[in-house]
C-alpha cells in the first residue's frame, strides 16, 4: 500500500467547496510536515500548503490563502485540504506529499501520493 493516499476529488462549479483527504497509512510521516501540491495541466507542479508535525501551524500560497485550509488529525493519521470558494484556476491533479525539504513557500517533497483530480468548471 502505498504511504501517502489522497481522496476527495471530483469535479465541482465555481465558488463550490470541496474536501480532500490524505492517508498517512503506516504514520510514516507523523511527526514530520505534511504539504499540498497541485499540477494543473501544462503547468508545472506548484505548492498549495503545508502543516507541522503537530498540526499547530501551516503555511499557504497566495493564490489560496483565505480560500483553502488544512487540518491535521493524528487520530485517524489524516491531513485534509478544505478547499472553498473555488475557481476554475484551481483544476489540476492534487497531491500529499511528504519527506520535506527546501523550505517556506520554495517547499519541495521526496515522497508523493497518486494524486487526485479536481475539475472546478466556469
Known amino acids: 500500500q502505498a504511504q501517502l493516499v489522497e481522496s476527495g476529488g471530483g469535479l465541482v462549479q465555481a465558488g463550490e467547496s470541496l474536501r480532500l483527504s490524505c492517508a498517512d497509512t503506516r504514520r510514516t510521516f507523523s511527526g514530520s510536515p505534511l504539504a499540498w501540491f497541485r499540477q494543473a495541466p501544462g503547468k508545472e507542479r506548484e505548492f498549495v500548503g503545508l502543516?507541522?508535525?503537530?498540526?499547530?501551524?501551516?503555511l499557504y500560497a497566495d493564490d489560496v490563502k483565505g480560500r483553502f485550509t488544512i487540518s491535521r488529525d493524528r487520530a485517524k493519521n489524516t491531513v485534509d485540504l478544505q478547499m472553498t470558494n473555488l475557481k476554475p484556476d484551481d483544476t489540476g491533479v492534487y497531491y500529499c506529499a511528504g519527506d520535506l525539504y527546501g523550505g517556506g513557500l520554495n517547499t519541495r517533497a521526496r515522497t508523493w501520493g497518486q494524486g487526485t483530480q479536481v475539475t472546478v468548471s466556469s
Open positions: 502543516i507541522t508535525y503537530d498540526g499547530i501551524n501551516t
